[in-house]
């Protein structure tokens, strides 16, 4: 009886708040879980002793900025992750789980970097991690800005400046930067991005340092090709 309630979606707010002192773990658990439970009940339920309970607080899209603030600091792994991953996790909260070096593993920095609400603020932290996979990370996100992008093409990992330079959102200056990097996974990108003007400005300054006996035949080909 007490879990059929405790499920429904339709149950009043305020039987939710009671079924959360419920002995029972599966009338706990079904409270946390149900999208309709009001914050009371799920700031109860985030003190739970099992971990299980709290983790369903973490991904309930009505856990408050409160109790979500508090279950990023939890010492279970998969419960900061659902923390990541809730839609209503407030960039604050977002750096919190970035700054806890501890505590942040890749998986949580990867879904921090996903965030729909992670600020620039956010990514910049992300993108002066020691971890090259996770700079990557930012340097693919829909929403970093041109600034992190421009100083990500800097980056000294090549996944990373590879990365840069495949984002249709990087600032032509970024491109020219890169078009001139030493890897060709790196500069075969950013050729294919450049502007006519820019290839042909490009294409000019490789032939004069390839009459120089230096240079790469190879990207003087390739540009070559794209002009057509």
Do not use: C
Request: aromatic content about 4%; glycine content about 2%; charged content about 35%.
């Amino acid at each position: 009886m007490h879990s059929a309630l405790a499920k429904n979606s339709a149950t009043p707010p305020e039987v939710l708040v009671e079924l959360a002192k419920d002995p029972d773990f599966w009338v706990r658990w079904w409270v946390a879980s149900n999208p309709n439970a009001p914050a009371e009940a799920l700031r109860r339920l985030a003190e739970d002793k099992d971990w299980e309970i709290r983790h369903w607080v973490a991904s309930n899209p009505n856990a408050s900025k409160e109790v979500l603030e508090k279950l990023a600091g939890d010492e279970h792994h998969q419960i900061r992750l659902a923390v990541a991953k809730n839609p209503g996790t407030s960039p604050q909260i977002l750096i919190k789980l970035v700054e806890d070096s501890r505590k942040a593993s890749y998986i949580i920095l990867e879904e921090v970097a996903k965030h729909p609400r992670a600020t620039e603020e956010v990514l910049a932290k992300l993108a002066r991690h020691k971890n090259h996979e996770v700079r990557k990370m930012v340097a693919e996100s829909p929403r970093v800005t041109p600034r992190l992008l421009t100083r990500l093409a800097r980056d000294k990992a090549k996944a990373v400046r590879a990365a840069i330079a495949r984002n249709p959102q990087t600032p032509e200056e970024a491109f020219l930067r890169l078009a001139r990097d030493r890897s060709p996974e790196v500069w075969e990108e950013a050729l294919r991005r450049l502007p006519k003007p820019f290839l042909e400005e490009l294409y000019q300054k490789e032939l004069l340092v390839r009459l120089a006996g230096k240079g790469n035949l190879e990207k003087l080909k390739r540009i070559e090709e794209l002009l057509g």
